[in-house]
Structure formats: C-alpha cells, structure tokens
C-alpha cells in the first residue's frame, strides 16, 4: 500500500495562489494514478483533479479549470496542486488520493488510498 502527506496548506487571501504537495511511500508511486479532492465543511467531498500515471494528461473540475494546475514528478514521488487566483469558495481540507485504475474518474469511493489532508482557508 502507498502512504501520502499533504503539505501545503495555509490561510491566504482571495487572489493569492498556493501550492499543495503530496509525498508518497510504499509500493511504486508511478503504478498509480493520483487525484486531488476536497471537502468544505458540511459538504461531501468534491473531485478537484485527476492526474494520469505518466503526469502527461490531467483531468479537472469545471469549478477549478483554468486556475489549478496538477503534476506530479514520479522520480520524487509527489503530486503537487498549483492553485492560482484562489477564492473563498476554494476554502477546504484538500485531499491527495491513489488509485490502480484510469485517472479521470471523479468519484471518492473509487480510489483506493487517501492522505490526511491539508487545511486551505481563502479570506475575502
């Protein structure tokens, strides 16, 4: 099984950008595709990004396309979540996420190991 850190977070301000790293151990990172989610507060957990195993093709959520950017770098075993222009609708604990299968599948119960997560908050 693979174990994942988020780091990253913190409190900025709308407008501001931030950038979420997830650290992998275990078994080989780049045999699995990687997703970003999140979960504000009373909500259900919302697909932000799916990142295919290569890092060649990447998958987003409307609400996020054009102002995040997922990567990852398999010689470091990381995912990383570049989010620019941040809203505070973009307020949320993000989670990284792994699977075996395709990447681009939205859905929380799909994917099979998940880190702790990392607080952003977005004041107005």
């Known amino acids: 099984q693979v174990q994942l850190v988020e780091s990253g977070g913190g409190l900025v301000q709308a407008g501001d950008s931030l950038r979420l790293s997830c650290a992998a151990s275990?078994?080989?990172?780049?045999?699995?595709?990687m997703g970003w989610f999140r979960q504000a507060p009373g909500k259900e957990r919302e697909f932000v990004a799916g990142v295919s195993r290569t890092g060649d093709i990447v998958y987003y959520a409307d609400s996020v396309k054009d102002r995040f950017t997922a990567s990852r770098d398999n010689a470091k075993n990381t995912v990383y979540l570049l989010m620019n222009s941040l809203k505070p609708e973009d307020t949320a604990v993000y989670y990284c996420a792994g699977r075996a299968g395709y990447f681009n599948i939205p859905i929380a119960r799909a994917y099979d190991f998940w880190g702790q997560g990392t607080q952003v908050t977005v004041s107005s």
């Open positions: 275990g078994r080989a990172f780049s045999n699995y595709s």
